[in-house]
């Protein structure tokens, strides 16, 4: 289990990145979702040892996370947002290398696990390729490789699916999915269909706070009767805005289907609509905007 309480980090031009962070996560996949600049990757990077937070305290299980980083380091995996690799190396010699800076000296244990490595992630046929002949979906399951070095029992993925094609996303996704069947993962994204797919817990996070948090079907039950969708002119968007809790809008031809969040119809024209995740995530980034 991690627990992260009452986390802050505050950078030096006066940026408060997170702001009194509360989170439990299980073991089991964890979805962390929120758009770009609301402060995943800096808690990613906290959590990580990557950085130290202004204050609050991080656990994973009986490790002060803070306190004792090295303890972490040697139960972690980590896949950041950018991930660098030597472009030249063979997926085969880089996966060896990073076993040995991992600690694992014996040249048999280290030549087993990295073939199980490359075959769990569907790349031993091309284990002979440099890593700069290898496409987006294949350089993150090489990713996943080597965050897995070593049996770790915290995964954190920061943004993996970002700019992959259908068909690697999918296939990404997967891998991750039976990864995350034996240990804490944390998928950290701002796409919300991957955490709808895979994640039985989640939280949202915009403006460096936790907005919601809980299990995706419950998050969406309680919209339930509450999201109302509806089609207006772009001239009478500004209007309607001033006295409506809308949180999406999006043009169809000469019109715009505007979803509203409320508790009765918000006027002629509108439909109950089904709630779904992404609902949920754009009303928190809206109740977020406005309290900011």
């Not at 690799?85 to 048999?108: C, E, F, Q, T, W």
């Not at 990295?114 to 399951?141: D, I």
């Not at 508790?263 to 980034?285: Q, W």
Request: charge should be neutral.
């Amino acid at each position: 289990m991690l627990t992260i309480e009452n986390l802050t980090h505050v950078y030096g031009n006066g940026t408060r990145a997170l702001d009194g962070v509360n989170l439990g996560v299980p073991k089991g996949m964890f979805g962390l979702l929120g758009p770009n600049g609301a402060g995943k990757s800096t808690l990613m990077r906290s959590i990580a040892t990557l950085q130290t937070p202004t204050s609050g305290a991080i656990r994973f299980g009986d490790i002060d996370v803070i306190a004792a980083p090295e303890k972490l380091r040697r139960v972690l995996g980590y896949l950041p947002q950018d991930f660098g690799v030597y472009p030249r190396v063979s997926a085969y010699d880089m996966l060896d290398h990073m076993a040995v800076l991992k600690g694992i000296a014996n040249g048999k244990e280290r030549k087993e696990t990295v073939a199980a490595l490359l075959n769990q992630v569907n790349l031993w046929p091309v284990r002979g390729k440099a890593l700069a002949g290898f496409s987006g979906g294949m350089r993150q399951r090489f990713g996943i490789a080597q965050a897995l070095i070593g049996n770790p029992e915290l995964i954190i993925v920061d943004e993996p699916t970002a700019g992959l094609d259908p068909q690697e996303r999918n296939r990404f996704l997967n891998l991750l999915a039976e990864v995350g069947e034996s240990v804490v993962v944390i998928l950290s994204t701002h796409i919300v269909e991957d955490v709808t797919d895979l994640c039985p817990r989640m939280a949202m996070l915009a403006g460096g706070k936790v907005q919601v948090q809980g299990a995706p079907n419950e998050l969406i039950r309680q919209m339930e009767g509450r999201i109302w969708r509806g089609y207006m002119a772009r001239a009478e968007l500004a209007d309607f805005r001033t006295g409506h809790n809308v949180i999406a809008t999006r043009s169809v031809e000469d019109r715009v289907l505007v979803t509203v969040l409320a508790d009765r119809t918000p006027g002629a024209g509108f439909e109950a609509g089904k709630a779904n995740l992404e609902d949920v995530y754009l009303a928190a980034v809206a109740a977020s905007r406005k309290a900011g």
